[in-house]
């Protein structure tokens, strides 16, 4: 673990992989230092935002001293979403997985999934946790318009297009759930930490 100033902003902390980061999110949303405003996990860093009156030296050595941990299933906030099957890489994931389309249908809605980091548009969260089975390349090309609600794998991760957007990861199916809304407080469905089941339509 690498703990570096940002300014007097915060202070970014490197881990080797993304299992790092989701011990390390969970021991700092679980028990957060003094003068901590938020916590922003992503791949393979965890950004801490200080507060106005925080101290980055401080907080800097209590993550020092911090023991990263798994987050406890009762401390979280749980989601479901319904899923149409429908998608229209279903079957080229399918053939990249060796099992039949049920299968792929029944694995991704057999798992408890978690939000491990968001990023690429507003209220997108990469999702971990899922069958291994389930882990397929994204498209050779991308498309240039993939609608919202659009449930999608790549790589280890699946993720749900809050909004209209180009994309090149596997459609396996749709959701009507809104996944990003200005309205809501706060606007994003998806939250790092958060455990999410999907079910299907």
């Known amino acids: 673990m690498r ?3 940002c300014a007097d902003a915060g202070v970014l902390i ?32 965890v950004m801490v935002r ?29 989601a479901e979403i319904e899923v149409d099957y429908s998608g229209a890489d279903l079957a080229d994931i399918s053939a990249h997985t060796g099992i039949s389309e049920r299968d792929v249908v029944a694995a991704h809605t057999g798992a408890v999934w978690t939000v491990a ?30 609608p919202a609600g659009a449930v999608a794998l790549a790589g ?24 990003w809304d200005l309205e809501r407080d706060p606007p994003g469905l998806l939250r790092p930490g958060m455990r999410l089941r999907f079910r299907e339509a």
């Open 14 to 45: 490197e881990v080797a992989d993304l299992d790092e980061v989701l011990a390390l999110h969970g021991a700092l949303s679980e028990d957060p230092p003094p003068g901590v405003a938020e916590v922003v996990p992503a791949a393979r860093t």
């Open 117 to 146: 980091f968001c990023g690429f548009a507003p209220g997108f969260g990469y999702l971990v946790g899922g069958d291994p089975r389930l882990d397929v390349p994204r498209r050779a090309e991308a498309r240039t318009r993939v």
């Open 3 to 5: 703990v570096l100033s």
């Open 156 to 179: 280890r991760f699946t993720g749900v297009y809050p909004r209209s957007s180009p994309g090149g990861w596997q459609l396996l199916g749709h959701t009507d759930a809104v996944i």
């Open 50 to 78: 200080l507060a106005e009156d925080g101290d980055a030296a401080a907080v800097a050595a209590a993550v020092r001293r911090l023991r990263p941990r798994a987050v406890r299933p009762d401390s979280v906030d749980e």
